[in-house]
């Protein structure tokens, strides 16, 4: 399959196993492009692939889409399921649609844009990277981030941030309930240019400012004097 | 884990099979609930019958259910699909005299639901068996509603498999996907209250709470949102009544479901691909999120 280009990969009645092979060979064999038709929101479709390759997917897509994969780059024309990009260590996720649930929990690397909006716990344990929402983003998002940077060019829902040890929230929008430990700090110079930049890469329209939150640190050591704060963190 | 779906007409002449739908969402989540499946179905019941539904763990205790029952009303139609016994039924009685009365045959005879536009169906396994018994693929009303059961804390049988009434309150089912963990307490206060409880499923709180806020003034969505205060633990549930349906989200959004809206429908799963194969078409889907509580009137 040498100087293939862009493989083409029908999913219907293919086995999820089969298609994640073909695409890992494809990988191997040093295929640019796989195109992947008929995804019907399947489940585990492009996971565990440690090669870089890009795959377009042609339709919405179900749980764990590009998990657990190094260095793949992917543009998703639908709407992704849970977990999207779950544990990146390097390359980049584009879903022109919404996201659901955990949207990029736990990368490592590499950048994840989710043009539309992004459910419950958006960048839940985000240990470096990008994680892009451009629009809303549900309950809890960016908990216990612990780097990395979770930018939401709309509202978030409650609980946003909340026991983050590090890394940064870009917020556009409103929020309807800070999380616990969770400051507004003051941009250094670039930062807030750089993530502009980046949004404008993916004609994602800005909001008109934006707010840059952090850890407040304030949960970093237990202190039996904020047993209230620690009450309801837990 | 389990998994909740199914799908309502806007209007009566929808020219679809509804039971087909509802069947190839309710396959499409057998993955996360394969010991046993139900559905609730609405009914247009003009001809004015009560709707029957009646676990019967006891094995050939189907022909005294249907007896009983011809004794109470007059069976109209009848199935007994072998473990579950589903009945339509002239009665022109109170509702809680026919329960006290089918629940006194036998303790292994429980009735699931009763009601004049509700109808609740279950069986063991995915949703293959129970349209081999009671032809779900053919139901064509405006509501087919159903739950894939994934046991955690009650036995795997017809009695404590989902859908789930209130004790001998018709127009009411629920459909949860989760774990209610103050569900002791919340049952031993119900129960002190003078409620009775048919199984020993977590679930059963949920209807049982409905009804108690209901009664005590609050509307069935003032209700759905008191549930979502008082019921600890993680959840999504569907709650049918003869003219609205509902799904409700816990505060934490730690249960999936997806819906699905157009002019003609409204859809739901826990599963965007099950919902997709439900409805043949590759619709957008949208999730509830945290502490919501959505209601559709019928």
Not at chain 1, 158 to 187: C, N, R
Request: glycine fraction near 12%.
């Amino acid at each position: 399959m040498a100087n293939v280009e862009t493989l083409t990969l029908d999913c219907r009645d293919k086995p999820t196993r089969d298609i994640n092979n073909a695409i890992r060979k494809a990988a191997d064999d040093g295929v640019k492009t796989v195109e992947i038709l008929n995804t019907r929101a399947r489940h585990n479709i492009g996971v565990g692939i440690l090669k870089p390759i890009h795959l377009i997917y042609r339709g919405h897509v179900g749980y764990y889409t590009v998990g657990l994969c190094d260095g793949v780059t992917a543009e998703i024309h639908g709407s992704a399921g849970w977990g999207v990009g779950d544990n990146l260590l390097a390359g980049e996720v584009v879903v022109e649609g919404n996201a659901a649930t955990s949207a990029g929990p736990s990368i490592r690397g590499g950048r994840i844009v989710v043009k539309g909006n992004g459910g419950p716990r958006c960048g839940v344990y985000l240990k470096s990277g990008d994680l892009i929402i451009g629009g809303d983003a549900g309950y809890m998002s960016g908990f216990m981030m612990q780097n990395g940077r979770l930018i939401i060019c709309g509202d978030a829902a409650k609980g946003l941030g909340d026991s983050m040890y590090q890394g940064q929230i870009w917020l556009g929008g409103k929020v309807e309930e800070m999380g616990s430990g969770v400051a507004e700090t003051e941009p250094e110079a670039g930062e807030l240019d750089a993530v502009l930049e980046m949004l404008d890469g993916y004609k994602i329209k800005p909001p008109k400012a934006f707010r840059k939150l952090e850890s407040d640190r304030s949960l970093w050591n237990f202190n039996k004097n904020d047993f209230a704060a620690w009450k309801d963190v837990l | 884990m389990c998994g909740v779906g199914g799908i309502f007409f806007k209007s009566a002449e929808h020219g679809a099979k509804t039971g087909e739908i509802a069947y190839r969402i309710l396959d499409g989540i057998y993955r996360r609930g394969p010991d046993s499946t139900g559905v609730a179905l609405w009914h247009d019941n003009a001809d004015g019958l009560l709707y029957v539904g009646v676990n019967c763990e006891a094995p050939g205790g189907g022909g005294r259910i249907l007896e009983a029952l011809d004794q109470l009303g007059t069976v109209k139609q009848a199935t007994d699909g072998d473990g579950y016994i589903r009945a339509a039924i002239a009665y022109g009685g109170s509702e809680e005299d026919l329960v006290d009365a089918i629940d006194a045959l036998d303790p292994a005879i429980t009735v699931s639901s009763v009601g004049r536009h509700l109808e609740v169906l279950k069986h063991m396994g995915g949703v293959a068996n129970l349209d081999a018994k009671f032809d779900l693929k053919s139901y064509d009303g405006r509501l087919a509603m159903g739950l894939t059961r994934y046991a955690t804390e009650s036995r795997i049988d017809f009695t404590n498999g989902q859908p789930l009434s209130a004790r001998a309150v018709p127009g009411l089912a629920v459909m949860h996907n989760g774990h209610i963990t103050n569900y002791h307490h919340l049952r031993s206060s119900y129960a002190l209250k003078g409620y009775n409880f048919s199984t020993q499923n977590d679930s059963e709180v949920i209807p049982i709470m409905l009804i108690d806020e209901m009664s005590k003034g609050a509307t069935f969505e003032d209700a759905l949102n008191i549930t979502v205060d008082k019921l600890d633990g993680c959840f999504t549930y569907i709650a049918v009544t003869d003219d609205c349906f509902a799904v409700v989200k816990d505060a934490y959004a730690a249960k999936p479901t997806v819906v699905a809206e157009n002019d003609e429908f409204v859809a739901l799963s826990s599963d965007p691909q099950s919902l997709r194969e439900g409805v043949l078409s590759d619709i957008e889907v949208w999730e509830p999120g945290a502490g919501e509580v959505h209601v559709w009137q019928m």
